[in-house]
DNA sequence: TCCACTAACATACAGTCTGTATGGAACAGG
DNA sequence: CCTGTTCCATACAGACTGTATGTTAGTGGA
C-alpha cells in the first residue's frame, strides 16, 4: 500500500535540507504546542520524511530539541550584536548608557513567541538545569556579562559581582517580555515594564553614600 | 444538592491517607525526576497503592501535578507570611523596610529543592502560562502585590505600575534563589545575590531627581 | 568496470506509558 | 435485603519513543 519513496542523487545539499526541514518543522511545533505535546511523527509528517531521517541526524528527541534552542537563542543573540553594535556606531555613548538601552532593545527582540516558549518555558524543564545553562552562558551570557564588565571598568556601574548579576538581570528581562506577551494592552505593558526595568538598573550605578557590604546574607 | 451529614470516621480518614500518601510520593518524585522522567506507576508504588487510586483522586498526570505545585505554593507563603509578620511584631518599620527583609528571607525560604524545580522549573512547561500564573497569583503574588502596595501608599516606593513590578521581582527572586542553589559555594553566592537584589531595589526608592518618562517604550 | 563500503534514509517492531473501562468490596440508606 | 455510591484494583487499548533491520544511492580503490 505504501507507495515507495523515490529518493534522487543524495547530494549534501539535499542532506543538509533534510536537516533545515527537520528543525524547522520542530521548532515551529514545539513552540506551538510545547514539547510533549508535539510527537516525533508530527514532525517528521510536517517536514515531509520519516522518523528514520530524525532518528539519524538526531540522538534523540532532546537532542533535536536542543539544536532546534540552540538556533533559536543563536539567532536572538545575533540580533541583538547587530541592533547594538549599529547603535553603538551612531550614537557613541559610555558602557552603561549602551548597556541600559540594549535592555529596551533587548526586551523588545524579546517578544518572539517562538523563543519565548522554547527557550524560556520548555528549554529549562527539557533539558535540566545544567544543559540549559550551558546553552544560554554560550549565546545569551557572555553577551551580558561583557557588557556590564566593560561599564564595571568604566566606573559607571559599581562593582558587583558580574554571575549573579548577570544571570538576574537576564531572568528580569526574560520575565517582563513574558509578562508583555500576555498583557492584554501591549503597548502599555511594554511602557509599564519598560520603566520599572530602568528604574531598578538606577541601583546599580555608583551611589556614593551606600555601603555596599549592607546585606551580608543573614537575615 | 443538599449535603447530609456524611460520618465515615475511619474510612474518610483512610481515604485522606490515600490521598496524602499519593501527594507525598508524586511531590518526592516530581522534585528528582522531574515530571516526564516519573511514571505514575513509580508514583503508586511509592505511596504504596495503585493507578487506579491515583485516577479516582486525580483527573491525570498532571491534575496530580497541580495539587502537589498548589501544595508547595501554599506551604511556601505560610512560612513567608509566618516569617513577616513574625519580624513585623518585633521590630515595626515601614512598609518598604519591612519588603526589603522580606526579599532577603524570601531568598533563604526560596533555597528549596522542591520548591525550585517543581514550581520554578517544571511548573510552567507541564502546566501551561495561565494555570502557573493562576496558581502563583493565588499563592504569591499577592502578598507581593500587597506589600509594594503598602511601601508606595507610605510613600517609600515610588508610584509604579505594581503588576509588573510584582512579577518582575518575584522573577529576580526566583532566579537568585536558583542560583544560590546551583552554586558551588552557597555561602558566597548567597551573599552575592543579596547584594546585587539590594543594590536594585535601591532604583524603586523615591529618586527626586529622575523623571519617571525617561524610557517611553520605543527603541 | 567491478566490488566493497558507507551515508542516508525507510520500515517494522518491541517496550513503556497513559488513560479508561470494568469489576468488586465496603458501607450507608430505604 | 436490596440498592446505590464511594473507593480502589485490574485489565486493556491506544500512543509514543527508540532501536533493529532493510534498502538504495553514492564513493573510493583495484
Redesign the pocket.
Known amino acids: 500500500m505504501?507507495v515507495?519513496?523515490?529518493?534522487?542523487?543524495?547530494?549534501?545539499e539535499?542532506?543538509a535540507d533534510?536537516?533545515r526541514a527537520l528543525l524547522r518543522a520542530a521548532r515551529e511545533l514545539f513552540a506551538e504546542r510545547g514539547y510533549a505535546a508535539?510527537?516525533?511523527?508530527?514532525i517528521?509528517a510536517a517536514a515531509a520524511?520519516?522518523?528514520?531521517?530524525l532518528?539519524?541526524?538526531f540522538?534523540?528527541?532532546?537532542d533535536l530539541f536542543r539544536a532546534v534552542m540552540a538556533e533559536c537563542a543563536q539567532e536572538m543573540a545575533e540580533r541583538l550584536v547587530a541592533q547594538e553594535t549599529a547603535r553603538a556606531e551612531t550614537n557613541p555613548g559610555d558602557a552603561w548608557q549602551l548597556l541600559r538601552s540594549g535592555f529596551q532593545s533587548f526586551l523588545d527582540a524579546c517578544n518572539d513567541a517562538q523563543f519565548q516558549r522554547i527557550v524560556l518555558i520548555e528549554g529549562p524543564a527539557v533539558l535540566g538545569h545544567s544543559a540549559w545553562d550551558a546553552l544560554v552562558e554560550e549565546h545569551g551570557y557572555v553577551l551580558l556579562a561583557e557588557a556590564l564588565t566593560d561599564a564595571i571598568r568604566e566606573g559607571n556601574v559599581d562593582d558587583l559581582p558580574v554571575g549573579p548579576l548577570t544571570r538576574m538581570l537576564a531572568a528580569l528581562i526574560s520575565e517582563a517580555s513574558l509578562y508583555i506577551a500576555r498583557a492584554d494592552d501591549h503597548v502599555r505593558a511594554r511602557q509599564e515594564a519598560g520603566l520599572v526595568l530602568e528604574r531598578l538598573l538606577i541601583g546599580l550605578g555608583r551611589v556614593p553614600g551606600v555601603s555596599p557590604a549592607l546585606v551580608t546574607g543573614q537575615s
Not at 508535539?38 to 508530527?42: F, H, L, P, Q, R
Not at 520524511?49 to 531521517?53: E, F, L, Y
Open positions: 505504501s515507495p519513496r523515490i529518493r534522487r542523487s543524495r547530494s549534501a539535499h542532506v533534510t536537516r508535539t510527537g516525533t511523527e508530527d517528521v520524511v520519516t522518523r528514520g531521517a532518528y539519524h541526524h540522538k534523540d528527541k532532546a
